[in-house]
């Protein structure tokens, strides 16, 4: 069945480090990818996506590009911030045509920025 | 605020009970989904409904069950409940099913059974 596999964390860095948070995936046809973002004691809010091959979801200075060929979908920030810490998660919605619109989503990488 | 809304956020109960949480999906949202989000399952789908209708369903036990009412707000039941159960558990709303429309989650409830 369809899987993500993220980058197991915690990813410490320092503020204004690059951040790169690996995001692979097994699926058949062609899903949508996401990527989601959970503060401390909140939701999960939706950070960017991507719905076919080789396009570039990005949001707040993060970026993800949908590359099919490597079934993956890294995300990355040129200059992190104290206020990106988080947990993030790569998600996929299946591309079936039976799709339900239920998400499948990696384990969560836990990223800590310190000043 | 994704206008989602989930009650109660937070809820500790013993073992053997039963529990029911609250999900108010998005104004015209006709999609609910339930996920659970524990230390060693991760982030998991239970259920879906659609207007209604149950549409899919995930790794869900059958201790739970769900339901979506008329004015489309839902309902997750867990019943004869275990340690193992305590979790995050959200609530995500979408207009339709599909792979182009985007889902919108709730601050989840987060369930403590001792």
């Known amino acids: 069945g369809d899987s993500v596999t993220q980058m197991e964390g915690p990813v410490t860095l320092s503020e204004e480090a690059f951040l790169t948070i690996n995001c692979t995936y097994t699926?058949?046809?062609?899903?949508?990818l996401f990527w989601y973002v959970q503060y401390p004691g909140e939701g999960l809010q939706l950070l960017l996506k991507?719905?076919?091959?080789?396009d570039k979801g990005s949001n707040k200075g993060f970026e993800a590009t949908y590359r099919k060929e490597t079934t993956s979908f890294h995300l990355e920030k040129g200059s992190v911030q104290v206020s990106d810490s988080a947990v993030y998660f790569c998600a996929l919605l299946g591309g079936g045509s039976s799709n339900t619109g239920k998400l499948i989503f990696g384990q969560g990488t836990t990223l800590q920025v310190k000043p | 605020d994704s206008g989602v809304t989930q009650t109660p956020k937070h809820l500790i109960t013993a073992t053997g009970q039963r529990v029911t949480l609250r999900c108010s999906p998005r104004?015209?949202?006709?999609?609910v989904y339930w996920y659970q989000q524990s230390l060693d399952q991760g982030l998991q789908f239970l259920i879906q409904?659609?207007?209604?209708?149950?549409?899919a369903k995930g790794n869900i036990l059958e201790r739970f069950s769900a339901q979506q009412f008329p004015d489309l707000h839902s309902e997750l039941n867990l019943s004869s409940l275990e340690l193992g159960d305590s979790a995050l558990y959200f609530c995500?709303?979408?207009?339709?099913?599909?792979?182009?429309?985007?889902?919108?989650f709730g601050q989840g409830t987060r369930l403590t059974v001792v």
């Open positions: 699926a058949t046809g062609y899903p949508s």
């Open positions: 995500a709303s979408s207009v339709v099913p599909g792979r182009n429309t985007e889902a919108f």
């Open positions: 991507a719905t076919k091959a080789d």
């Open positions: 409904y659609y207007n209604g209708e149950e549409r």
């Open positions: 104004s015209g949202d006709l999609s």
